[in-house]
């Protein structure tokens, strides 16, 4: 028989959300009849679902994403890449400029649905005024980059100016220092080997690339996390060319 | 906006995969999704994260579809009947297909947030930001959809009573 109290609980259990409290709750719970059956059928189907591999999308969606959105196949030309869309949207849109009125002044929090989501449609490096708080120029033989480091509200946004004449593979590390990757803005253009984690983004250029990594603070960040330095690797065919931190500015 | 399509393809495609139960309508609605964000792109603020914000979009139009299609349709991952895969994977595959199946039978704002925990790794905050619902409800919302699902799992033979 179950009881609803321990489901509650079990299903807080697989998300790591319960406190002392619950956990001694839910031990004792899981003390009574049924209790050994329902934390196994939770966990069965915690990994049952787990487990479920993630499908592959049909080959031909990317192109037919870049066809409908009138974007050029294959390389990708940044900001440029999104006028033609966003000249098209607009012009089906009855009057642009009233669109953009409308749309400023809607700044419905929370709830709703995308449509309604954002806030001003101004981009926000207009509304906000982006102070770079730490700058460091790295080069070495064949490259040079310019990377910054400034807050915004979500918690720091480290912008990469990067120029290499040889296959530039960059390491940000953000381990121990209490923030998270958040997403990419700005990128203008492509991006060899990306791979993003948590707590850590690598990526391969050649030539000039602008783009900006969005990091988030974790709510349970210490003030020794907080004091950590972001790490760089720049590297090129497996050579370590510089590396170097960037220390968090003080809150 | 390659990176965006790069990044998020795959993740945005499973969630309508999973909300919908069907490859074609998945494909549809992960087109949309990328169209939209593109077309309102300068509407996000980079204040917020991206993912919630490309993920609610995903999540909002797979209900749309829903509402315009009525059809649920369990997810179309039959091999080829010239390729038989080896028992081990067919057994997972039927499993998958029956878990696909229990999914669809949960309504949709519980089956959003089953698909946000488990096909897009969010955690409560992340998926209330992506609904637009305070973490309390998601938490309460797992919970039903768990407890949902476990009896329909059972019903369906794929856990024990």
């Given at each position: 028989m179950?009881?609803?109290?321990?489901e509650?609980?079990l299903?807080?259990?697989?998300?790591d959300?319960?406190?002392?409290?619950?956990r001694?709750?839910?031990?004792?719970?899981?003390?009574?009849?049924?209790?050994?059956?329902?934390?196994?059928?939770?966990a069965?189907?915690?990994?049952?679902?787990?487990d479920?591999?993630?499908?592959?999308?049909?080959?031909?969606?990317?192109?037919?994403?870049?066809?409908q959105?009138?974007?050029?196949?294959?390389?990708?030309?940044?900001w440029?890449?999104?006028?033609?869309?966003?000249?098209?949207a607009?012009?089906?849109?009855?009057?642009?400029?009233?669109?953009?009125?409308?749309?400023?002044?809607d700044?419905?929090?929370?709830a709703?649905?995308?449509?309604?989501?954002?806030?001003?449609?101004?981009p926000?490096?207009?509304?906000?005024?982006?102070?770079?708080v730490?700058?460091?120029?790295?080069?070495?033989?064949?490259?040079?980059?310019?990377?910054?480091?400034?807050?915004n509200?979500?918690?720091?946004a480290?912008?990469?100016?990067?120029?290499?004449?040889r296959?530039l593979?960059?390491?940000?590390?953000?381990?121990?220092t209490?923030?998270?990757?958040?997403g990419?803005?700005?990128?203008?253009?492509?991006?060899?080997?990306?791979?993003?984690?948590?707590?850590?983004?690598?990526?391969?250029?050649?030539?000039?690339?602008?783009?900006?990594?969005?990091?988030r603070?974790?709510?349970?960040?210490?003030?020794?996390e907080?004091?950590?330095?972001?790490?760089l690797?720049?590297?090129?065919?497996?050579?370590?060319?510089?590396?170097?931190a960037?220390?968090?500015?003080?809150? | 906006?390659?990176?965006?399509?790069?990044?998020?393809?795959?993740?945005?495609?499973?969630?309508?995969?999973?909300m919908?139960?069907?490859?074609?309508?998945?494909?549809?609605v992960?087109?949309?999704?990328?169209?939209?964000?593109?077309?309102?792109?300068?509407?996000?603020?980079?204040?917020?994260?991206?993912?919630?914000?490309?993920?609610?979009?995903?999540?909002?139009?797979?209900?749309d579809?829903?509402?315009?299609?009525r059809?649920?349709?369990?997810?179309?991952?039959?091999?080829?009947?010239?390729?038989?895969?080896?028992a081990?994977?067919?057994?997972?595959?039927?499993?998958g297909?029956?878990?696909?199946?229990?999914?669809?039978?949960?309504e949709?704002?519980?089956?959003?947030?089953?698909?946000?925990?488990?096909?897009?790794?969010?955690?409560?905050?992340?998926?209330?930001?992506t609904?637009?619902?305070?973490?309390s409800?998601?938490?309460?919302?797992?919970?039903?959809?768990r407890?949902?699902?476990?009896?329909?799992?059972q019903?369906?033979?794929?856990?024990?009573?």
């Amino acid at each position: 028989m179950s009881n609803e109290r321990r489901e509650q609980l079990l299903s807080a259990a697989l998300d790591d959300d319960l406190d002392d409290e619950e956990r001694r709750e839910l031990d004792a719970l899981l003390e009574e009849s049924g209790g050994r059956e329902d934390r196994q059928a939770y966990a069965a189907m915690h990994d049952l679902l787990k487990d479920v591999e993630a499908a592959a999308p049909p080959a031909a969606l990317q192109a037919a994403i870049r066809r409908q959105a009138r974007l050029p196949a294959g390389r990708a030309q940044g900001w440029q890449w999104l006028f033609p869309g966003l000249r098209y949207a607009v012009a089906a849109s009855a009057g642009a400029l009233a669109t953009l009125a409308v749309l400023n002044a809607d700044s419905v929090p929370g709830a709703g649905r995308v449509d309604q989501l954002g806030g001003s449609m101004a981009p926000a490096d207009v509304r906000q005024a982006h102070v770079p708080v730490v700058s460091r120029r790295f080069a070495a033989e064949g490259f040079e980059s310019l990377v910054s480091l400034r807050p915004n509200a979500a918690g720091l946004a480290l912008s990469l100016d990067l120029e290499s004449r040889r296959p530039l593979d960059v390491a940000v590390r953000l381990d121990g220092t209490g923030l998270l990757v958040d997403g990419l803005a700005g990128v203008d253009g492509e991006l060899g080997n990306l791979s993003i984690r948590p707590d850590s983004l690598n990526l391969s250029v050649r030539g000039g690339r602008r783009l900006e990594v969005l990091l988030r603070r974790r709510e349970s960040a210490s003030q020794a996390e907080a004091a950590a330095p972001i790490r760089l690797d720049f590297s090129s065919e497996g050579e370590l060319l510089e590396q170097g931190a960037l220390q968090q500015p003080v809150r | 906006m390659e990176l965006l399509l790069t990044h998020y393809e795959k993740p945005v495609y499973n969630a309508a995969l999973r909300m919908l139960g069907n490859p074609e309508d998945a494909a549809d609605v992960t087109q949309t999704v990328f169209l939209k964000a593109f077309e309102n792109i300068l509407r996000y603020d980079p204040a917020r994260r991206f993912f919630s914000w490309i993920y609610r979009i995903a999540i909002n139009e797979s209900i749309d579809q829903l509402k315009r299609r009525r059809h649920d349709v369990p997810l179309d991952t039959e091999p080829p009947a010239d390729t038989p895969l080896p028992a081990e994977s067919l057994q997972e595959q039927q499993v998958g297909d029956e878990i696909q199946a229990v999914l669809l039978e949960l309504e949709p704002d519980l089956r959003a947030v089953i698909v946000l925990r488990y096909f897009t790794e969010c955690d409560y905050r992340d998926i209330g930001a992506t609904l637009g619902i305070p973490e309390s409800t998601v938490k309460s919302r797992l919970f039903s959809a768990r407890r949902d699902m476990r009896r329909r799992l059972q019903r369906h033979g794929i856990l024990s009573p």
